[in-house]
């Protein structure tokens, strides 16, 4: 059984047993980049590795174009700023989020027209998604954090079709 090396610990650590390598119960990744154009290579590679990892190449496709996508655009929308990355599976969904720093605009009128570029920026991912039968939003993040929040879901089946139809 592992043993805590802190000398503060009174009792042993439960150890929990991880989950396969090909299981996607247990895909819940989450980084930091910076809002540079090569950051959307570095989303790309941490995704790849992820659904390897846990038995979801054949999603992959279609889930790069999207971190490709999120990244991109929280890059310039934040240009050298943070931005908080999250990949995970949840009931036969793969969600990928993507936080970046960029506040809403207190003027409605500029909000407006901030959203609307940015909806623009990411008609390539809109039309990936539809594709794969999932869904798409931008909204603001937890109550304490500024920012915006874009995220995207794909659904198993779709994503796993529309890879197919690709290749």
């Known amino acids: 059984m592992p043993v805590s090396l802190c000398p503060l610990t009174v009792q042993s650590v439960t150890h929990h047993p991880t989950p396969a390598a090909q299981d996607p119960a247990g895909l819940s990744y989450s980084f930091t980049v910076p809002g540079e154009p090569r950051s959307a290579g570095i989303a790309r590679s941490n995704v790849h590795t992820a659904l390897h990892a846990h038995g979801l190449g054949e999603l992959e ?9 999120l990244v991109a655009c929280g890059a310039l929308f934040a240009p050298g700023q943070d931005l908080y990355y999250s990949v995970r ?34 008609l390539l991912l809109a039309a990936i998604v539809r594709e794969c039968g999932g869904a798409w939003g931008i909204t603001k993040p937890a109550p304490a954090t500024e920012g915006t929040r874009v995220w995207a879901d794909l659904p198993h089946a779709g994503t796993a079709a529309y890879a197919a139809r690709r290749c």
């Open 89 to 122: 599976w949840r009931d036969g969904t793969l969600r990928i989020v993507n936080w970046d720093p960029h506040h809403s605009h207190s003027v409605p009128v500029l909000a407006a027209a901030c959203r609307a570029r940015r909806k623009r920026q990411l």
């Open 61 to 69: 496709e279609p889930a790069l174009h999207v971190a490709s996508e």
